[in-house]
């Protein structure tokens, strides 16, 4: 099992960053895939941004260029760096990983982007 704690939401004004962190109760260094995903009110929860054990990332189109996924291995965190945020983007953001075949969430920080 793994617990996942997000935190670094707020409330930022468009054109603004934040910087997502999410910490793991276990080492993440053999963990294969972790990722970030938000929902925002009446939708589906989307995969914002992911990245393998190897280091290989990938991006929603909607934030190509904006979002950046790393992984601190010494420090059990993934981290989403969200520069020229936009009012879209607005969302509750949760951390994901899959171990062994199980899915694991945390329970997510609000993201909210002012126009």
């Known amino acids: 099992q793994v617990q996942l704690v997000e935190s670094g939401g707020g409330l930022v004004q468009a054109g603004g960053s934040l910087r997502l962190s999410c910490v793991a109760s276990?080492?993440?260094?053999?963990?294969?895939?972790m990722a970030w995903y938000r929902q925002a009110p009446g939708k589906q929860r989307e995969l914002v941004a992911g990245?393998?054990?190897?280091?290989?990332?990938n991006y929603a189109d909607s934030v190509k260029g904006r979002f950046t996924i790393s992984r601190d291995n010494a420090k059990n965190m993934v981290l989403l760096q969200m520069n020229s945020l936009k009012p879209e983007d607005t969302a509750v953001y949760y951390c994901?990983?899959?171990?062994?075949?199980?899915?694991?969430w945390g329970k997510g920080t609000q993201v909210t982007v002012s126009s």
């Open positions: 994901y990983s899959a171990v062994n075949g199980d899915n694991y």
């Open positions: 276990r080492y993440i260094f053999s963990i294969n895939f």
């Open positions: 990245i393998t054990r190897g280091d290989i990332t």
